[in-house]
């Protein structure tokens, strides 16, 4: 390797990258006991951390084009939340974003949810004058049946737009119509 902001081009290098920068991280982990894969799938998210009880393998697996778009410098912060969530599994069996992970991260400086690499397909939105909006990677059950969901802010009803066709539907039936004119599902 050469010195310097490591700059990966393939998958296999991001992994190797990442092992090494994980063990510079001041995270009491077993860094034996984690496995690191790399998806060139994942379409929002820039990392993930699952956890096998039976063996206590915890398994991180960064997204290429998370790494791709992001750069280096910035795709560390999902490497230390990651890390973050297997020093979690490793002590305590479960992992998630509350209080324990909150101050864990910040000794560490990670941050609490990684920042979204992609765009949205989709949107959640307020059918009323309220400006809530939120947006949606996967048709998610409030995007499939948008009828049983009220905005948060206000509790009008909420209204889905597929948005690279400017579609939009307010229930299931209208949903199911959506899917039958746009193309990209």
């Known amino acids: 390797m050469q010195s310097g902001t490591p700059d990966p081009d393939t998958p296999r290098d991001l992994l190797s990258y990442a092992r090494l920068y994980a063990e510079s991280v001041d995270v009491d982990v077993d860094h034996d006991a984690i496995e690191w894969e790399v998806s060139k799938r994942a379409r929002r998210r820039a990392g993930a951390c699952s956890y096998d009880a039976d063996s206590g393998t915890v398994t991180i697996r960064l997204t290429w084009d998370a790494y791709e778009q992001y750069g280096w410098r910035q795709f560390t912060a999902t490497i230390r939340h990651e890390l973050v969530h297997a020093w979690e599994f490793q002590r305590f ?93």
Do not use: I, M, N
Not at 108 to 128: K, M, N
């Open 93 to 185: 069996g479960e992992a998630g974003h509350g209080e324990r992970f909150r101050e864990k991260a910040a000794a560490v400086d990670a941050p609490r949810h990684c920042e979204s690499f992609t765009d949205p397909r989709l949107a959640l939105a307020c059918t009323a004058s309220c400006e809530w909006r939120a947006g949606r990677h996967r048709a998610s059950k409030p995007v499939k049946q948008p009828g049983g969901y009220r905005c948060p802010d206000c509790g009008a009803d909420v209204r889905v737009e597929h948005l690279a066709s400017g579609v939009t539907w307010t229930d299931a039936a209208g949903y199911e119509r959506a899917r039958a004119v746009v193309d990209d599902w």
